[in-house]
C-alpha cells in the first residue's frame, strides 16, 4: 500500500507517493512518484485532477450513520452478539 510521505529540501516542502515494504529485515521506502509541493499550509499538486485514477472506494458513510442512530436510541446493544441461553 502506498502513501504521501512529506519531505524537506532546503526551505521547501514536496510530497511524494512512496511504498513501504520489509527485505531482509530491514523496512525499505520505494519512491513511486512525484506528487507536488507545499506551500503556505496549502497543496500545490504537479499534475491534473482529470489525470488521477481510482483504485478503491471503500462506503463507510451509512454504516456511521446507522450506528450513530442506534446509539440515538439505545438500540446498538441488541445488535450486539449475545451468548446463547438456555
Known sequence: MSYIRKYRKGNKVYLAEVES???KGKVVQRFLRY?????????ILSTSISEAQ?????????????????EEIVCASTWAPTP???
Open 21 to 23: 515494504r520489509r527485505i
Open 35 to 43: 506528487v507536488g509541493k507545499q506551500a503556505d499550509g496549502h497543496t
Open 54 to 70: 481510482v483504485d478503491e472506494v471503500k462506503l463507510y458513510g451509512p454504516l456511521l450513520v446507522l450506528h450513530h442512530l442506534a
Open 84 to 86: 446463547m441461553r438456555f
